[in-house]
């Protein structure tokens, strides 16, 4: 599975069409411009990631029933990555919320990795699919003094994944830039 951020489109980068296109709406003050990529993208499958308590800028809030409404008009919004998931109570909640979509559970917190198997049990389709931000959860480690931990907490997310037979979705390389687009 290959999943491709939004942030290349506006470099005139072609998608592969095997992929999946993310759609982060931390990206987006307004779904309205969401639904534009979304139209504009209406034949690739989407991945889009909700930043449900995210810290960082950017931070655009939407409305619950917006998203809701947003998933329902696009039948390729496959995958729904929510952030910030730290058990199993708040997976059950987005699968009543998106029950046409696999909800993916973003691990980003000590607690989360923590709770990582009850998670992974919740998920309700075989392909079960887990999303670790490696750069929250380094930030969230140094807060509790506890940064000395990743690579055991990360190395021990890796291995549940593998016992629970789930995917576990990493930044795997990263584009650079020396310029910015004018438009």
Same mark, same amino acid.
């Given at each position: 599975? /290959?999943? &491709? ?7 005139? &980068? ?6 999946? =296109? !993310? ?8 779904? !309205?411009?969401? #639904? ?8 690739? %499958? ?17 409305? *619950?029933?917006? $998203?809701?409404?947003?998933? #329902?008009?696009?039948? @390729? /919004? ?6 910030? $998931? ?10 009543? =919320?998106?029950?046409n979509v696999?909800?993916v559970p %973003? $691990?980003?917190?000590? /607690?989360? $990795? %923590? @709770? ?20 929250d959860l380094?930030?969230? =480690?140094?807060?509790?003094? !506890? ?12 291995? *549940? +994944?593998?016992?629970?037979? +789930?995917?576990?979705?990493? *930044? ?12």
């Open positions: 599975m /290959i999943i &491709v951020s939004q942030n290349l489109l506006k470099y005139g &980068v072609e998608i592969p069409p095997d992929s999946i =296109l !993310r759609l982060n709406l931390a990206w987006h003050e307004k779904l !309205r411009t969401a #639904s534009e990529l979304l139209v504009k993208h209406r034949f690739s %499958k989407i991945f889009l990631d909700i930043p449900r308590g995210r810290k960082k800028p950017p931070n655009y809030n939407h409305e *619950t029933s917006d $998203i809701m409404a947003l998933v #329902s008009k696009f039948p @390729n /919004i496959e995958y729904i990555a929510i952030s910030n $998931i730290e058990n199993s109570g708040q997976v059950i909640y987005y699968q009543g =919320l998106f029950s696999k909800i %973003k $691990i980003e917190s000590y /607690i989360g $990795i %923590k @709770n990582a198997a009850d998670i992974i049990a919740t998920l309700n389709y075989w392909d079960k699919v887990v999303m670790l931000d490696h750069q380094y930030s969230d =480690l140094v807060g509790m003094g !506890r940064d000395k931990e990743y690579l055991e907490l990360v190395a021990g997310l890796e291995a *549940t +994944c593998k016992r629970l037979g +789930c995917y576990l979705l990493r *930044t795997v390389g990263v584009v650079f830039s020396g310029w910015e687009d004018d438009k």
